[in-house]
C-alpha cells in the first residue's frame, strides 16, 4: 500500500482579520518545497474579499500542488445531533458553491465537514445514523459532491479511505480527516506542538497508514511562531522521509488506485 499524506488548509478568516500576506507566502512556500495542499474555503471567506481570492485562483490554475475546494459557506455543519434544518443547510452549501463559481470559475466537488464547536449538540457517528443525516448526505451528492470526510458507522474517520456505495452513492469518495492544529498548535492540548505532530507522523508510518494532516489559514499564519510557514515545510520533510506520498484530495479522487484496496 502506498502511504498517502493529506495536508489541507481550512481557509476560513476573511483577509482583513489579519491574514494579508498569507496566501502570496502560501504559493511561495508550496511551490518552492513541492507541497501538494487542498484548500477548503469557506464561501463566505471568498466573499470577503473576491479580487484577492480571484487572483490567488488564477495564479494557482493548472498547477497540481493547490486543490481548491469547500468548507461550507458560513462554517455550518453536517451530521450533528441538533443540526440545522436541510433547508437551511442546503441553501448555505448552494450559496458556497457560487462563490466559488464566481471567485474560482468553478463549482467545488469536494467538502470538508466543518466542527461547530457543539451548539448543534454532538457529532453523529455517521451520515448513516438517522434519516436525517442520511437526507443531509443525499443533498450534497444532489449538488454534485465527489468527496468528503470519512463519515460512516464502524470505520475510522482518521485512518480511513471509503466509498460512499453503501448510501447508494460509490462514486463519493471519504477522505481521512484529522489531526487538527486547533488542539495540537493553537490551543497546545499535546505539549510541544512541533514535536507532538511530527511524532504522530512517524507513529503513522510505522503502521503503514495514511496520514491526514488539518491545518487552518488563521492558525498557520497567527499562531505557528513565524510567517514562514516554517512548520508546514517541517511537516512536509518528516512525511517525506517517512516514505509517504504527498498528495491534493483531488488527486486521490482522480486516481483510485492511490486508496482502493
Avoid at 109 to 120: N, Q
Avoid at 158 to 177: K, Q, T, W
Avoid at 223 to 230: F, V
Amino acid at each position: 500500500m502506498t502511504k498517502l499524506f493529506l495536508l489541507r488548509y481550512d481557509t476560513e478568516r476573511d483577509p482583513a482579520q489579519g491574514m494579508g500576506g498569507f496566501l502570496d507566502k502560501v504559493i511561495q512556500v508550496h511551490r518552492k518545497h513541492a507541497i501538494p495542499a487542498t484548500f477548503f474555503c469557506c464561501g463566505g471567506t471568498l466573499d470577503g474579499d473576491r479580487a484577492l481570492f480571484a487572483a490567488f485562483g488564477r495564479e494557482v490554475a493548472g498547477d497540481p500542488l493547490f486543490d481548491l475546494q469547500d468548507h461550507s459557506h458560513t462554517h455550518i455543519g453536517l451530521g450533528y445531533e441538533r443540526g440545522r434544518p436541510l433547508e437551511e443547510l442546503r441553501a448555505n452549501y448552494e450559496r458556497s458553491f457560487a462563490a466559488h463559481r464566481a471567485v474560482f470559475g468553478k463549482a467545488p466537488v469536494g467538502v470538508s465537514i466543518c466542527g461547530t464547536g457543539g451548539k448543534d449538540g454532538p457529532r453523529l457517528q455517521g451520515f448513516d445514523q438517522t434519516a436525517k443525516s442520511r437526507a443531509e448526505f443525499e443533498m450534497m451528492a444532489s449538488l454534485g459532491l465527489r468527496m468528503i470526510n470519512t463519515f460512516l458507522m464502524g470505520e475510522d474517520e482518521s485512518r480511513a479511505f471509503v466509498d460512499y456505495g453503501r448510501l447508494g452513492h460509490p462514486e463519493i469518495m471519504g477522505f481521512p480527516s484529522g489531526h487538527g492544529d486547533t488542539s495540537w498548535m493553537y490551543r497546545r492540548e499535546h505539549g510541544d506542538p512541533m514535536e507532538y505532530i511530527l511524532a504522530a507522523i512517524e507513529e503513522r508510518a510505522a503502521r503503514d497508514e495514511h496520514m491526514p494532516v488539518m491545518l487552518h489559514d488563521w492558525v498557520a499564519w497567527l499562531h505557528a511562531g513565524d510567517q514562514e510557514l516554517t512548520h508546514v515545510v517541517r511537516i512536509a520533510d518528516q512525511a517525506r522521509r517517512l516514505g509517504y506520498r504527498l498528495v491534493t484530495h483531488l488527486e486521490c479522487l482522480q486516481d483510485e488506485a492511490l486508496w482502493r484496496r
